[in-house]
C-alpha cells in the first residue's frame, strides 16, 4: 500500500515536505526520453504525408495522363516488378512490425455488500474497543479519518467487523475471493466472454500473496485453459493497476486474437496494523475494501464493441535511489507489530517520481505548440542560464479526463495546483475517495466509472490515469474513447451517482 505522510492530513508526525513545485524544475533527460518515445514511431509519421501527397497527386491525373502512364509501364516491365516487389516487401515489414491495437473491451468494479460499511464512530468505538491503542494513537486516527476526504460508506473487510477482530489466512483468502470473484462474475456477465476465451491473466494485489497464488485461485475457479499465461504481481503498491495493464498489452504483442484479463486488488484483512507508532496508523484509516477487472482485446473485430484503445502507458520508477525506496516500507515496529512505514520525505519523493514521468509523456500527448513553447523555455534555460521559468505545458488541451489515484486528499490538492486543473478534472478523484476510501491499484478504475455514470464520456476524449507506488513508482495509462460511454450494468454508483458531487468535499 503506498500513502502519504500524516502531515497531509492536518496531524504532524514528524517534520514533513510537501508536494514540490516539480513543474519549475523539469530535467532535460526526461524530455529526450519522450521524444525518444516519439521518434521510435517516426516511419509512422513519415509514411502518412507520403501517402497523402501520392493520393493528392493521384486525384489530380486525367483519363489521358492515366493512359500515357499505362503505356509506359508496358515497356518497362523490369521497373514495374521491382517496384512491386520493393512495395510488397516495405508493407509486409510495416504491418508486420507495427504494435497491434489494444482495446479496452470493459471493466468492472467490485461494490461491497452494504453491511461492511464503516462510519467514523463506529471506526473509533471499534477500535478503542479492541484495547491495542492508545489514547494518543485514538486520538490520531480520529483527526485523520476527519480530514481524510473519506465518507461515511466505505467498506472494510469481515474480519475487522468482529470484536476481537479476526485477521486469520482463512478471512484474507475469504476477502480475496469476495473482491475478486464479484468484479469478474460481473465482467464475464456483462461482456458474454466465456472464461475460456481468456489466454492472458494478470493479478496485482501488493500485501497479499499467498500460495497457490491469487491467479490461481482464479484458474481455478473459472476452470481456465491450461495453457494460459498467468502472473501474480506482488509488493507494487498502489500503481500496480498500471503496471498490470502495461504487462498484460505486452503479452497481447505476442499473442495474437486472444483475450486478456486484468484483476487490480488490495487485501487489507492480514495487514490492519494493530499498534501505536502514529506512521503506520495511516492506512487503517485510508485503505478500504475495492477491486476491479479488466477485459482486453487484441482482436480487430473488438474494436467496435469496446469502450477505449490503449494509446500510451509511461512508467517511471525511482527505486535506485536509497531514500524514494524506502520511502513507504513494511516492516515491525518496536513491538514486533507489522505495518507500513513512512518517511517524512515522501511527497517530496512522489513529486520527483510524477515531474520524470509527465516530462517523459508530454512529446506523446501535447499538442505540437505546447511542446514548442515548453521545449524553447527549457533549452534556454538551460544552455543561456537565463533566470526564466520553464512553460507549464497545459494538460488539459491533451486529455479530457483525469483518473488520479485517490491516495489522499493531500495528492489531489496538489496536483490540482501544480498541474493548473480545474475542480471538475478533479472531481471524480475527490467522490470516489469519497465514496469508497482509497482502494489502492483499482481507485482509477472507480473513478473512470464515475465519469461514465455522470454520462461525460464522449467519443475521441482522451483519459489519463496517473498512480503512485512504493518503490517508488509513478505510472500513467492514456485512453481513447471509441464510442459515447455509458455506464455498464451493476456499475459501483448506479445507486448513489445522483448525490454526487458533493459540494463540502475537498
Known amino acids: 500500500m503506498s500513502t502519504e505522510p500524516a502531515a497531509a492530513y492536518g496531524v504532524r508526525i514528524h517534520q514533513t515536505r510537501r508536494l514540490p513545485d516539480f513543474l519549475q524544475s523539469v530535467n532535460l533527460k526526461y524530455v529526450k526520453l519522450g521524444y525518444h518515445y516519439l521518434v521510435s514511431h517516426l516511419l509512422t509519421l513519415c509514411l502518412v504525408p507520403l501517402i497523402a501527397v501520392i493520393v493528392i497527386q493521384a486525384a489530380q491525373l486525367k483519363p489521358d495522363d492515366i493512359h500515357q502512364l499505362w503505356l509506359h509501364l508496358q515497356y ?4 514495374v516488378v521491382i517496384f512491386s516487389v520493393v512495395l510488397v516487401f516495405g508493407s509486409t515489414v510495416y504491418i508486420m ?14 461494490l461491497p455488500p452494504s453491511h ?24 490520531f486516527q480520529r483527526k485523520i479519518l476527519e480530514r481524510s476526504g ?3 460508506e466505505t467498506y472494510v473487510p469481515e474480519a475487522m467487523h468482529y470484536l476481537p477482530p479476526r485477521p486469520s489466512m482463512a478471512a484474507a483468502r475469504e476477502e480475496a475471493e469476495q473482491v475478486m470473484f464479484g468484479a469478474l462474475d460481473n465482467l464475464f456477465a456483462n461482456t458474454n466472454v466465456k472464461p475460456k476465451d481468456i489466454g492472458i491473466l494478470v493479478v496485482n494485489c501488493s500485501l497479499f500473496n499467498p500460495t497457490p497464488s491469487l491467479s490461481a485461485m482464479i484458474v481455478n475457479k473459472y476452470k481456465l485453459r491450461g495453457n494460459i499465461r498467468s502472473f501474480n504481481l506482488g509488493g507494487m503498491g498502489c500503481s500496480a ?5 502495461d504487462l498484460a498489452k505486452d503479452m497481447l504483442q505476442v499473442h495474437r486474437n486472444t483475450y486478456a484479463v486484468v484483476v487490480s486488488t488490495e487485501n487489507i484483512t492480514q495487514n490492519w496494523y494493530f499498534g501505536n507508532k502514529k506512521s503506520m496508523l495511516i492506512p487503517n484509516c485510508l485503505f478500504r475494501v475495492g477491486g476491479a477487472a479488466v477485459l482486453l482485446s487484441n482482436k480487430p473485430a473488438d474494436r467496435r464493441r469496446a469502450k477505449y484503445k490503449l494509446v500510451h502507458v509511461v512508467r517511471t520508477h525511482r527505486g535506485a535511489d536509497d531514500m524514494a525506496f524506502r520511502c513507504v516500507y513494511q516492516e515491525q515496529d518496536d513491538a ?24 517523459t509523456m508530454g512529446p506523446l500527448v501535447l499538442p505540437l505548440s505546447e511542446q514548442l513553447l515548453f521545449f524553447t523555455t527549457l533549452v534556454a534555460k538551460k544552455l543561456f542560464n537565463a533566470k526564466v521559468k520553464p512553460y507549464i505545458p497545459d494538460f488539459k488541451l491533451a486529455f479530457d479526463h483525469f483518473c488520479i489515484h485517490a491516495g489522499g486528499r493531500a495528492v489531489i490538492d496538489e496536483l490540482e495546483k501544480n498541474l493548473q486543473l480545474l475542480p471538475q478534472h478533479v472531481e471524480a478523484s475527490r467522490m470516489t475517495l469519497h465514496r469508497f476510501g482509497n482502494t489502492s491499484s483499482s481507485s482509477i478504475w472507480y473513478e473512470l466509472a464515475y465519469t461514465e455514470a455522470k454520462g461525460r464520456m464522449r467519443k475521441r476524449n482522451r483519459v489519463w490515469q496517473i498512480a503512485f507506488g512504493s518503490g517508488f513508482k509513478c505510472n500513467s495509462a492514456v485512453w481513447e474513447a471509441l464510442r459515447n460511454v455509458k455506464p455498464a450494468p451493476n456499475n459501483p454508483w448506479e445507486d448513489c451517482i445522483h448525490k454526487y458531487p458533493l459540494q ?3
Open 241 to 245: 493497476g498500471v503496471i498490470a495493464i
Open 97 to 110: 512490425s507495427r504494435p497491434r491495437s489494444i482495446y479496452l473491451v470493459d471493466y468492472s468494479c467490485y
Open 116 to 139: 461492511l460499511q464503516v462510519q467514523f464512530h463506529r471506526f473509533m468505538e471499534h477500535s478503542k474497543l479492541t484495547g491495542d491503542f492508545d489514547d494518543s494513537s485514538l486520538e
Open 76 to 79: 518497362n516491365l523490369l521497373s
Open 150 to 152: 473519506l465518507g461515511e
Open 504 to 506: 463540502t468535499v475537498g
Open 336 to 359: 514486533g507489530k507489522t505495518g507500513v512505514s513512512l518517511s517524512k520525505d515522501l511527497m517530496a519523493i512522489a513529486g520527483g517520481a510524477l515531474k520524470a514521468n509527465i516530462t
